[in-house]
Structure formats: structure tokens, C-alpha cells
């Protein structure tokens, strides 16, 4: 079990080892990842000391709900569409669905749980690669960069192109779910007129994984020119889609990277260009390829236990916290208070900080309420969201984490 951590928020909750406890029923038949999740040893589900609910109610939209795959932990809110459903056994998918919420969020959980596997097997095709472990430094931070791309390309090969757009998933939920895919805009439905331009174009294959890591890292999508995208619509709106997520990918995970390496930030525009691939990448994507071919689509994850070290990757130590990658809850009181007295964080966080704080305690129903709320996080004054929160009742949950210190929230 994961040390546990106490907050200045969250009246000392503790980490809970959930997978154990989860029933997926109709949910887990109809996405068969999620009971993979539950299931795999090496990883945690756990339920996270946030609100859901100042999303839903779009007081506090900007933080995701929070994601680190080297703690080997994925992540439900509490109050969520999720969270409501895993608690009620044998419930009705249709009565959480309100909005595809539990869909989302379901599917979220897939796509976090294959960031996590990935990891796992890397490690295991090739020990020295050792991503989500040891030191980052600047001279190993690009290949650090280019193996979590491929960790991204493994969640978004896995889900969205082999099983969301591929194997009826709506009509397996059976809850009037819109739900097509999560993170592209490929539609499976459209692949003859993709074949127009690229004939040779195998999505459903192994190998489709290694050329999406590769595109994730270089920008660039082999076998399509320019002119074939001004030709085709639904190609353009797949690949222009996939253009902008991959350089989003990028700036991400250089941020997150440099983040815990306690390198200086970087100019956003510098973030986006290519990475250079690391020596045995198609090698090693290749047979990670056929590894997620049988857990995906065979349905063999034929896993092999791996020691996890949950304290892995921790930051270094900063001057200035920086609330788009620190986690509130798991910061002493004193440890906050100073914080935010002394101002000791990076301004552009602010806004990340404010609402970490709010969701941290439990979201108001009354509609003044939620509108005085909501002038506090348009304020984007931390000591103000301090004493907000102080104003309003605890978060309780039967099973709530606290999460680790570095909790990628940029949302």
C-alpha cells in the first residue's frame, strides 16, 4: 500500500487501495480495460480527495482531476459520475450517465490505465530505459519526452483507434451514450476514404502503434501530403485533429518533465518542436505494439508483476511551487499557509491553486452559494480561496486519498 498523506483541506484523509473493491458490472463488459485496471496488481485505483462537483456545476473547470502514471495509481473524484456508480453494485448505467459523464469518465480511466501499463511493460522489454524511474537530468530529459509520448500513443492507440472507434462500444453500454472516442477524431466508419490517400494504412495493426509514437514526437504523419488533405474533409478534420494534439503532447510533457527535474521553465513557443527518437525506439515500440495488440484486442494481458516504487520520480526541490504540477492536498496546512502569505509560487499557477483549494472541500448546492464561489475563482486571489474554503463544509468520503505531491492538474 501507498504511504499515506495528510492535507490542510481533507481533515487527514488516507490512501485507500480501491481496485479491490471496484465492480464494474455493465460498465466493466462494456469496456473491458476498466476490469484489466482492477485486476493488474502493479496498479491502484483510488478514489482522490476532490470535488467532481465544481466541474459539473463549471465554478472550477480549469484542473483536471488529477494524473501521475509513476505512482501506478488512476484516479476517481469524489462525487463523480464514476465514483457514484463503482459505489452502488449492480447499478444502472443510465441513471450516472446524465451528460455521458460516466462514459467520459470511464473512458479516461482506460486511457490513464494504459499510460500506466505502458510503463510497466517498457521497463520490461528493456530494463535500462527505466521510464518513470531514477533521475531526470538535462541530458536525458528528450528521451525521457519521447518514451512518455509513447506511453501517450500506447492510451490513445489502445482506446480510441482499436477499441472505441472499432467494436461497437455504444451498443455494448446500451445508454444512449454519444461517446465515439476521447482523444481523436478518427472515425472508423471513414477509413475507405482514408485509404484514398494512404492505401497502405493498417490501423488495426500492431504496428499502427510505433508510427503514432513516431508522429507524436516529430509532428509529422507519414503517406499524407497536403494536397490530400485539401481534398478530403474527414481527412483533414482526422489528421489537423491529430497535428494539434501531438504538439499539445509535446509542450506537455517537456513542462511536466523539466517539472520534476527542477530544470528552468521554458518558453512555451520552444516546447512544441520535434523530439529526437531515443536509440532501439522502433525496435522496442514494435514489440510494445504486439504486447497491447493482445490486451486490447485479444484480450491476453499476459502481465508480469513488477515492483513498483510509488515515491518514484518525485520533484526536486524548488524555490516556488508551482500548483499547475503541486498537489494542495497533499501539502501541510502550515506548509500551504506560508505558501501563499509569502506568495512562494509561480504566478501563472494561480489559477490552478485557487481551485485546488475550493475542490478540496465540498462544493455548495444552493445557487448564491455557487455564484459567490464563483467570484472567488474569477478573483484568482489565493489567500481569498483559503478563506472560502475554510467557509464550507469538509469533503467526506468513505475511501479518499490525498494523492502524491506532483499531480499533473493542467488541464
Aim: hydrophobic share 40%; net charge negative; glycine share 8%.
Amino acid at each position: 500500500m501507498a504511504p499515506s498523506h495528510e492535507g490542510p483541506l481533507s481533515c487527514g484523509l488516507q490512501v485507500v487501495a480501491m481496485s479491490a473493491q471496484i465492480e464494474f458490472g455493465a460498465l466493466g463488459g462494456a469496456i473491458p480495460l476498466l476490469q484489466a485496471a482492477v485486476s493488474d496488481e502493479r496498479v491502484q485505483v483510488v478514489t482522490l480527495g476532490v470535488d467532481r462537483k465544481w466541474r459539473y456545476q463549471h465554478i472550477a473547470s480549469r484542473c483536471t482531476a488529477g494524473w501521475n502514471p509513476f505512482c501506478s495509481e488512476v484516479y476517481v473524484s469524489v462525487n463523480s459520475a464514476l465514483d457514484g456508480y463503482c459505489r452502488q453494485p449492480g447499478a444502472d448505467v443510465r441513471d450516472h450517465n446524465e451528460n455521458d459523464d460516466l462514459a467520459s469518465e470511464a473512458a479516461f480511466m482506460a486511457h490513464d490505465y494504459l499510460h500506466i501499463w505502458s510503463l510497466h511493460e517498457l521497463r520490461d522489454i528493456d530494463a535500462s530505459l527505466l521510464p518513470g524511474a531514477g533521475q531526470i537530468t538535462a541530458d536525458n530529459l528528450e528521451a525521457n519526452v519521447a518514451w512518455m509520448l509513447a506511453t501517450e500513443a500506447v492510451a490513445t492507440v489502445g482506446l480510441d483507434y482499436w477499441f472505441l472507434s472499432q467494436r461497437g462500444f455504444r451498443d455494448r453500454l446500451d445508454a444512449g451514450s454519444l461517446l465515439t472516442t476521447l482523444t481523436v477524431s478518427y472515425e472508423s466508419s471513414m477509413s475507405r476514404e482514408y485509404h484514398q490517400y494512404r492505401p497502405d494504412l493498417e490501423v488495426m495493426s500492431p504496428g499502427f502503434l510505433s508510427e503514432i509514437a513516431t508522429f507524436y514526437c516529430h509532428g509529422a504523419f507519414a503517406g499524407f501530403s497536403v494536397s490530400d488533405v485539401r481534398r478530403s474533409p474527414a481527412t483533414l478534420r482526422w489528421l489537423r485533429h491529430e497535428v494539434s494534439y501531438g504538439e499539445k503532447q509535446r509542450i506537455y510533457t517537456r513542462q511536466w518533465l523539466r517539472h520534476l527535474a527542477g530544470l528552468p521553465p521554458v518558453a512555451i513557443g520552444r516546447l512544441g518542436g520535434p523530439v529526437q527518437l531515443p536509440s532501439r525506439f522502433e525496435d522496442v515500440l514494435a514489440e510494445l505494439g504486439r504486447r497491447l495488440w493482445r490486451l486490447v484486442v485479444e484480450g491476453d494481458g499476459g502481465r508480469r508483476p513488477t515492483t513498483v516504487d510509488r515515491e518514484a520520480w518525485r520533484g526536486a526541490p524548488r524555490e516556488f511551487a508551482d500548483f499547475r504540477y503541486d498537489n494542495v492536498l497533499a501539502m501541510s496546512p502550515d506548509e500551504l499557509a506560508k505558501v501563499v502569505k509569502d506568495g512562494a509560487f509561480e504566478r501563472v499557477s494561480a489559477p490552478y491553486l485557487v481551485e485546488q483549494i475550493l475542490r478540496a472541500r465540498r462544493c455548495p448546492d444552493d445557487e448564491p452559494s455557487q455564484l459567490a464561489m464563483g467570484h472567488v475563482v474569477g478573483r484568482g486571489e489565493p489567500s481569498l480561496a483559503l478563506w472560502a474554503a475554510q467557509q464550507l463544509p469538509p469533503l467526506e468520503h468513505p475511501h479518499a486519498t490525498c494523492g502524491p505531491r506532483e499531480l499533473f492538474i493542467l488541464g
